[in-house]
Protein backbone atom coordinates (compact mmCIF):
# COMPACT_ATOMS: atom_id res chain seq x y z
CA UNK A 1 0.00 0.00 0.00
CA UNK A 2 1.45 3.34 -0.69
CA UNK A 3 1.47 6.21 2.07
CA UNK A 4 -0.04 9.34 1.90
CA UNK A 5 2.41 11.65 2.04
CA UNK A 6 4.02 12.94 -0.90
CA UNK A 7 8.15 12.47 -1.18
CA UNK A 8 9.35 15.82 -2.21
CA UNK A 9 11.30 15.86 -5.79
CA UNK A 10 15.01 15.64 -4.71
CA UNK A 11 17.44 18.11 -6.84
CA UNK A 12 19.96 16.09 -8.74
CA UNK A 13 23.53 16.45 -6.79
CA UNK A 14 24.82 17.68 -9.45
CA UNK A 15 22.99 20.97 -10.01
CA UNK A 16 25.53 23.25 -8.04
CA UNK A 17 29.01 24.47 -8.34
CA UNK A 18 29.92 20.75 -9.98
CA UNK A 19 26.71 20.41 -12.37
CA UNK A 20 28.67 24.00 -13.81
CA UNK A 21 31.76 22.63 -14.15
CA UNK A 22 30.52 19.52 -16.26
CA UNK A 23 28.53 21.54 -18.58
CA UNK A 24 31.49 24.11 -18.96
CA UNK A 25 33.82 20.77 -19.57
CA UNK A 26 31.04 18.54 -21.90
CA UNK A 27 30.34 22.10 -24.77
CA UNK A 28 34.67 22.23 -23.73
CA UNK A 29 34.47 18.74 -25.56
CA UNK A 30 31.82 19.59 -27.77
CA UNK A 31 33.14 22.46 -29.35
CA UNK A 32 36.36 20.80 -29.67
CA UNK A 33 35.12 18.33 -32.30
CA UNK A 34 33.46 20.89 -34.29
CA UNK A 35 34.79 22.90 -36.79
CA UNK A 36 34.85 26.60 -35.04
CA UNK A 37 34.81 28.68 -38.00
CA UNK A 38 31.40 27.08 -39.44
CA UNK A 39 30.06 26.03 -35.81
CA UNK A 40 26.32 26.78 -36.52
CA UNK A 41 26.51 24.44 -40.02
CA UNK A 42 27.98 21.59 -38.77
CA UNK A 43 28.19 20.85 -34.62
CA UNK A 44 25.56 18.67 -33.50
CA UNK A 45 24.79 20.91 -30.61
CA UNK A 46 24.22 24.26 -30.22
CA UNK A 47 26.70 25.73 -28.05
CA UNK A 48 26.43 28.31 -25.34
CA UNK A 49 27.35 31.80 -26.74
CA UNK A 50 30.19 32.59 -24.71
CA UNK A 51 32.14 29.46 -25.66
CA UNK A 52 31.62 29.95 -29.53
CA UNK A 53 31.76 33.59 -28.94
CA UNK A 54 33.49 34.38 -32.52
CA UNK A 55 32.52 30.62 -34.25
CA UNK A 56 30.73 32.38 -37.23
CA UNK A 57 33.41 34.73 -38.22
CA UNK A 58 35.32 33.46 -41.16
CA UNK A 59 38.78 31.87 -40.61
CA UNK A 60 40.74 35.55 -42.35
CA UNK A 61 39.33 38.70 -43.80
CA UNK A 62 39.21 37.25 -47.51
CA UNK A 63 37.89 33.63 -45.91
CA UNK A 64 40.99 32.40 -46.70
CA UNK A 65 42.93 29.55 -44.30
CA UNK A 66 41.37 27.82 -41.64
CA UNK A 67 42.29 28.42 -38.35
CA UNK A 68 45.06 25.96 -37.13
CA UNK A 69 47.39 26.89 -34.21
CA UNK A 70 47.04 27.96 -30.17
CA UNK A 71 49.08 31.36 -29.30
CA UNK A 72 49.27 32.33 -25.76
CA UNK A 73 49.44 36.25 -25.12
CA UNK A 74 50.97 37.64 -21.74
CA UNK A 75 50.96 40.53 -21.04
CA UNK A 76 51.89 42.56 -17.16
CA UNK A 77 50.73 46.19 -16.47
CA UNK A 78 53.37 48.93 -15.98
CA UNK A 79 53.16 49.78 -11.76
CA UNK A 80 50.75 52.26 -10.69
CA UNK A 81 48.27 51.59 -13.89
CA UNK A 82 44.85 50.17 -12.41
CA UNK A 83 43.52 53.29 -13.52
CA UNK A 84 44.20 53.06 -17.08
CA UNK A 85 43.51 49.33 -17.34
CA UNK A 86 39.47 50.19 -14.97
CA UNK A 87 39.16 53.22 -17.30
CA UNK A 88 40.25 51.46 -21.25
CA UNK A 89 38.48 47.49 -20.14
CA UNK A 90 35.19 48.20 -21.79
CA UNK A 91 36.81 48.93 -24.87
CA UNK A 92 39.25 46.30 -24.26
CA UNK A 93 36.44 43.83 -23.72
CA UNK A 94 34.77 44.66 -26.39
CA UNK A 95 37.60 44.37 -28.50
CA UNK A 96 38.14 41.13 -27.83
CA UNK A 97 34.71 39.91 -28.54
CA UNK A 98 34.82 41.68 -32.20
CA UNK A 99 37.95 42.32 -33.39
CA UNK A 100 36.84 43.55 -37.14
CA UNK A 101 39.43 42.73 -39.81
CA UNK A 102 41.56 40.33 -37.69
CA UNK A 103 41.70 36.67 -38.38
CA UNK A 104 41.58 35.15 -34.62
CA UNK A 105 39.30 33.10 -32.78
CA UNK A 106 39.73 34.57 -29.03
CA UNK A 107 39.51 30.87 -26.86
CA UNK A 108 39.89 31.82 -23.38
CA UNK A 109 41.37 35.01 -21.35
CA UNK A 110 41.21 36.88 -18.56
CA UNK A 111 43.03 39.14 -16.28
CA UNK A 112 46.18 38.06 -14.37
CA UNK A 113 45.29 39.00 -10.31
CA UNK A 114 48.93 40.30 -8.15
CA UNK A 115 48.60 38.73 -4.36
CA UNK A 116 46.13 40.98 -3.46
CA UNK A 117 44.20 40.35 -5.94
CA UNK A 118 44.23 43.31 -8.14
CA UNK A 119 44.51 43.14 -11.74
CA UNK A 120 48.11 43.34 -13.02
CA UNK A 121 48.07 41.53 -16.29
CA UNK A 122 46.23 39.46 -19.39
CA UNK A 123 46.31 36.52 -20.76
CA UNK A 124 44.60 35.16 -23.52
CA UNK A 125 44.47 32.16 -25.53
CA UNK A 126 43.95 32.55 -29.51
CA UNK A 127 43.41 30.65 -32.56
CA UNK A 128 45.08 31.89 -35.79
CA UNK A 129 46.55 30.82 -38.82
CA UNK A 130 50.08 32.29 -38.38
CA UNK A 131 51.76 34.40 -35.25
CA UNK A 132 51.82 37.32 -37.15
CA UNK A 133 47.75 37.46 -37.30
CA UNK A 134 48.11 37.63 -33.55
CA UNK A 135 51.09 40.15 -33.46
CA UNK A 136 48.43 42.53 -35.58
CA UNK A 137 45.80 41.96 -33.26
CA UNK A 138 47.65 42.67 -30.24
CA UNK A 139 49.20 45.87 -31.51
CA UNK A 140 45.48 47.14 -32.04
CA UNK A 141 44.00 45.94 -28.31
CA UNK A 142 43.00 49.30 -26.56
CA UNK A 143 45.22 47.95 -23.72
CA UNK A 144 48.18 48.58 -26.19
CA UNK A 145 46.87 51.78 -27.06
CA UNK A 146 46.58 53.29 -24.35
CA UNK A 147 50.16 52.09 -23.11
CA UNK A 148 49.31 49.63 -19.99
CA UNK A 149 51.58 47.04 -20.65
CA UNK A 150 55.10 46.96 -19.44
CA UNK A 151 55.78 43.23 -20.56
CA UNK A 152 53.98 41.55 -23.53
CA UNK A 153 54.61 38.09 -24.97
CA UNK A 154 53.11 35.97 -28.07
CA UNK A 155 54.09 32.47 -27.64
CA UNK A 156 53.02 29.50 -29.74
CA UNK A 157 50.97 27.04 -27.50
CA UNK A 158 50.14 23.29 -28.10
CA UNK A 159 47.06 22.20 -26.45
CA UNK A 160 47.50 18.93 -24.82
CA UNK A 161 45.68 18.56 -21.82
CA UNK A 162 42.35 19.09 -21.10
CA UNK A 163 40.82 19.25 -24.94
CA UNK A 164 39.26 15.76 -25.29
CA UNK A 165 42.65 14.33 -26.49
CA UNK A 166 45.24 12.26 -24.54
Known sequence: MRSRHRM??????NRGRQGGLLQAWYWAATLDRCD??????????????????????PASPEGAPSIASFFIVIATDHPGMSEVRARVRPSHRIWLREHPGHA???????PLLDTQGAMDGTLLVVQAAHIDDVHAFVAHDPYVQAGLFAELSVRTWEWTLGRGTS
Open 104 to 110: INVVHGG
Open 8 to 13: KRRRPR
Open 36 to 57: LTTLHRTCPTTAPKELAMNANQ
